[in-house]
Each structure stands twice: as C-alpha cells, then as structure tokens.
C-alpha cells in the first residue's frame, strides 16, 4: 500500500523550506489538512509547543500542503484553519527516529458551522418545555452513531444528560426554555464536542452533530535493507496472539481507533524467504505518534528508506469527468454503489483510489483538481461505509495520460479516477 503512495506523492513538490540551524533531532513531517465533507484540501497555519512556549513553524502551500520540522522538544502542533476549530494534537517520538527522518500524515477537519447544524423539525407538537431533537453522526462516513448528550443549564449549574440513539428517528431531549443551556456530546471512539442552544429558536428543532475520530494516529517511516522485498507485515498487541493490521506493505500512517494509546503493540516484517526481516515493539501515546521502523541487515547490506514490494492488483474500476469538474455524475454513483457494497462485505478489501487530469490549463492547477476528485471518490465511499483504512489515495494531474490529448475524445478518457483494488 505505502509503496503505490509513495509512488504518486513523488509528484508533489514543496517549497523548499527557508535555510536555518535546524537542531540535530529534527525530523520532516509532511502532509495537509482536508475538510472531511467536501474532501478539499484546506490552508492551515501552524505553530508547536516547546518549553511552554509556542513557535510559529510555517502553513499549507497553495496546494493545502504542508512540510514542517520538529524536534524532541515538540509536545504539542496546533493546526488553524479560518472557520474550523483550532486542532491541537500531542506528539511524541520513539528514541529510534533518525535526524531528518521523513513522515507523512494528513489531518481531517471540520467547519465549526457543518459540525453542529440546526435546522426546524416537523411536525410540531406543542409542548411547555423546549423540544430539542438530537443525532450524532460519524463526520466522515456520515453514519448515526449512539451518543451521550449532557446540557447544562447557566443560571442554576443543573446538569442534564441524554442519551442519543443510532435510530433513524432523532431522540427527544425536554429542556427548560427559559436558561441559556450549554452542552457536551461524547460518544466512545469520537472526539467530544461542546456546543450552544442558539437563542431565538422555534419550539422544535433538530440538531445534528458531527463527530470526528481522535486523532490518535500512528505516523511511521521504515528503513528496511536495500532491495528488500516483503512477504507480508504485521501489527499486533504485545498480549494478543491475533493481528491487528496485516498487509502486503506496511502504510505510513494507521490510527483513527487502530492503536489504543497506553498500549504496547509489535510490528514485524517478513520477507518472500520467510525470514522475519524487522521486530519491533512500540508504545502507543495519545495524538500522534512517530516511529521509525528498523531491520538489521546482513553483514555488508546497505540500509534503505522504504524499498517494498508493490501489493499485486487484481481489478480495477475508472470513473470519468467533465472537463474542469470534479462532481460525480449517476454512472460514477452507481459502479461506487457497487464497489461499497463489495468493500463492506470483505474488510480485507483495498483500493487505491488515484485522480487524473487532462493537460488543459496549468499542471499545478490540475494538481489540485485531481486531488479533489480523489477526494469526492473516498468521500463518497466512506458516506456508504468502507472503512477509512481501507482507502489509500494520491493524485498525479497530468502526469499519467491514457490517451494523447490532441483531441476531445481522448481528454475525455484522461479526466478520470482510477480504482484499484488488492488484498490486506
């Protein structure tokens, strides 16, 4: 999976970052942050905390990407994004990570406004209380979740606590309307979420809250001996004969309730020979954290960032564009109706989702484009279901054409998303 990823982010090319004295523990970490309903890439300003004190590290391209430095002393990134809550993430960092080690991790997000939405609920049903309606909904696969719901009322401190179904139906919640009324939605396995009863309200109404997953993500790299092709790797908890990913190459990031922090997991890596190439155990920490994967090699062997072998592809699927579009049209809805009702039935599914342009207008411009329409694809994927880590994506623009664009016809088949499918 990393290998086909790494494949398309060789495309990307970021600003070189200015010349400074960077500290001997540095280490590069790429990525960008992308709001999880539209699937864009979203400009974020960001700034670490170190020795109690914030420091500005730079922002997003033009592009939504981002390459920042980090140091030991990094404790905590703080992403700010206009309209979107600010996103403060722990960091911690293995004792094995080498200097300008390099890492890739991207972030979802949410707009404070699509998180907590309000809207009248019909029909009506008088009442001498306030009839507040709730849902919770999971932000990127957009399916109901069950949920707590605890108000609290400004003026007495009375706190009041519901419990929110998965049912299709809202769950009634009977306030008093007479107190501005505060409140908290927790639900397990999702980032809490604060709010605000808006005032000036109908008697009935209905709120619907969007709930991301923590962020606690593990962001890795792998030194493994030059041409060293894997068999297969594992990941599994250091008490638990059974594995908890399993794979023909081992990803860059894995996380959104894959790791449990506190815990202590083990990963190992196998090459074809059937000689387990790399063992290693790591402890997992709230937030993000960033490990460096290790195999000693034979005597001699020369060491090597990620030089795995590419997963073997057994189908695939190509949903097609209009020219400088990427919404998705009644076919493309269709075939991924298919697709998400195969990939729900066989978790160990994956696709590798890719975006194409044809090479009308600026490369950096179809850049973005082909971005965007790998990100509907996911997007729309996960709204049916498929699991988020079944999912690798990357975009190349122009760069990969099927066809000549030296007419109509054959831009027509350039402008396209590529699905390919593999085995866990």
Request: charged residues 20%; hydrophobic residues 40%; positive net charge.
């Amino acid at each position: 999976m990393f290998a086909a990823l790494l494949s398309c982010l060789l495309y990307l090319s970021p600003a070189a970052p200015a010349k400074l004295s960077i500290p001997t523990d540095t280490i590069v970490v790429r990525g960008s942050c992308w709001d999880v309903l539209s699937g864009k890439n979203v400009i974020a300003s960001i700034s670490a905390v170190e020795n109690g004190q914030n420091r500005f590290l730079g922002q997003s391209n033009a592009t939504g990407e981002f390459s920042i430095r980090i140091t030991d002393a990094t404790k905590e990134l703080a992403f700010r994004v206009k309209g979107y809550p600010t996103t403060v993430i722990p960091i911690s960092k293995n004792a094995r990570v080498d200097t300008n080690a390099r890492f890739r991790v991207d972030l979802p997000m949410i707009m404070a406004d699509s998180q907590q939405v309000r809207q009248a609920y019909l029909p009506a049903v008088p009442t001498k209380h306030r009839s507040i309606y709730f849902q919770t909904q999971d932000a990127r696969a957009f399916r109901r979740i069950p949920a707590t719901v605890c108000f609290r009322y400004a003026s007495s401190g009375r706190t009041q606590c519901v419990d929110i179904s998965a049912d299709a139906t809202p769950t009634l919640a009977l306030l008093n309307a007479t107190e501005k009324i505060t409140f908290e939605v927790r639900a397990k396995g999702y980032q809490p979420y604060s709010g605000t009863l808006t005032d000036g309200q109908t008697d009935e109404e209905l709120y619907v809250i969007k709930l991301l997953m923590p962020n606690n993500v593990l962001v890795a790299s792998y030194e493994l001996p030059a041409n060293q092709k894997l068999d297969h790797f594992e990941f599994r908890h250091v008490a638990d004969k059974n594995y908890t990913v399993r794979g023909p190459v081992p990803p860059p990031t894995l996380g959104w309730n894959t790791f449990k922090p506190g815990n202590t997991y083990r990963f190992t890596a196998t090459g074809q020979n059937g000689e387990v190439v790399a063992d290693e155990q790591f402890r997992m920490e709230p937030g993000w954290t960033f490990v460096q994967f290790h195999a000693k090699p034979a005597a001699g062997a020369r060491l090597m960032s990620i030089d795995l072998a590419k997963p073997t592809y057994f189908d695939s699927a190509v949903l097609y564009f209009n020219q400088s579009e990427y919404a998705l049209g009644e076919v493309s809805k269709r075939k991924l109706d298919s697709i998400s009702w195969r990939m729900i039935k066989l978790r160990p599914l994956m696709a590798q989702v890719t975006g194409h342009t044809d090479n009308v207008g600026p490369r950096s411009l179809n850049l973005t484009l082909s971005e965007y329409r790998t990100r509907v694809v996911s997007n729309y994927l996960h709204k049916k279901g498929v699991d988020p880590n079944q999912l690798v994506t990357c975009w190349q623009g122009p760069n990969a054409p099927v066809a000549s664009n030296d007419t109509e016809l054959n831009k027509a088949k350039n402008r396209r998303v590529v699905l390919r499918f593999f085995s866990k």
